[in-house]
């Protein structure tokens, strides 16, 4: 178990503006106060693979959205239980010993290992498109058909070990600028295609599932990584990476700072 010390800083805060707004302001500030201890949990997109700057064997990264979040705020117990590879089984029985009644907070991401999608990406780089589409086919019956009841015993495991907190989990981005598919090289357009539509099946089985808890949300961050997908011109998603395979698809640091982060920040 990774746990950062609580720790304290100063936030100097320029006011502005209407009245509306500064009492805008003053509410979502009150809320984050309450705030005081967090435990992020999860897998590979938690823990910040593709990141760099990692500090244990779960390659969990100083640069990781958790992190970024315990460096902006003051006074706050901050544990991180993220691991690269996990599954909702290695959460539920490897990670959940950091929650208590006292915990307030919690993030995660879960499912994507789950759905098999690391390999699903494999078999696309190595079997061409029929086996790409192939392996994406099992991969979206498995979200839709098994991932649901698997999901909901984590969530309802996480909510009776921290009965008092906040629960934002956060979902995956496509990994394709599909209009900017054509001059891009690498796996085909169909391959691309059929991998972006299985990220959103993903995520509409997670969003599904989150919207049965009352505190609970669900965080989209899609949205975030538009115009920064692999194929554009500054990509926040490492493409195939041979030097080191483990951060193939996954989020760079500017991925997880500008993408993970702020929707993050929107769920609080």
Not at 6 to 25: M, N, P
Not at 48 to 63: A, K, M, T, W
Request: charged share 15%; aromatic share 10%.
């Amino acid at each position: 178990m990774r746990t950062v010390s609580t720790r304290r800083c100063v936030s100097v805060i320029a006011t502005a503006g209407t009245a509306a707004a500064l009492t805008l302001f003053a509410t979502g500030a009150a809320h984050a106060a309450t705030y005081t201890n967090y435990v992020a949990l999860g897998d590979s997109y938690s823990s910040g693979v593709g990141s760099g700057s990692y500090i244990n064997s779960c390659d969990v990264s100083e640069s990781a959205y958790p992190y970024l979040y315990d460096k902006a705020h003051s006074s706050i117990a901050f544990t991180d239980e993220a691991c690269s590879g996990a599954k909702t089984s290695d959460v539920i029985s490897s990670q959940l010993g950091a929650l208590s009644s006292s915990t307030n907070l919690v993030s995660i991401t879960i499912g994507g290992n789950d759905a098999g999608f690391s390999t699903v990406m494999e078999d696309c780089v190595l079997e061409g498109t029929s086996g790409c589409v192939s392996a994406v086919d099992s991969a979206e019956s498995y979200a839709k058909n098994t991932l649901p009841g698997l999901l909901d015993t984590t969530y309802a495991d996480i909510r009776k070990d921290a009965p008092n907190a906040h629960v934002i989990v956060l979902g995956y981005p496509e990994f394709y600028d599909l209009s900017q598919s054509s001059s891009c090289v690498g796996l085909s357009g169909t391959s691309r295609t059929a991998i972006n539509g299985a990220a959103d099946e993903l995520d509409s089985v997670i969003a599904t599932e989150v919207a049965k808890y009352g505190n609970f949300v669900y965080e989209d961050v899609r949205s975030n990584f538009a115009g920064h997908e692999i194929c554009d011109s500054s990509p926040w998603l490492h493409s195939l990476n041979w030097l080191d395979i483990s951060e193939s698809y996954h989020p760079t640091a500017d991925g997880q700072q500008y993408g993970y982060y702020p929707a993050l920040e929107a769920g609080l």
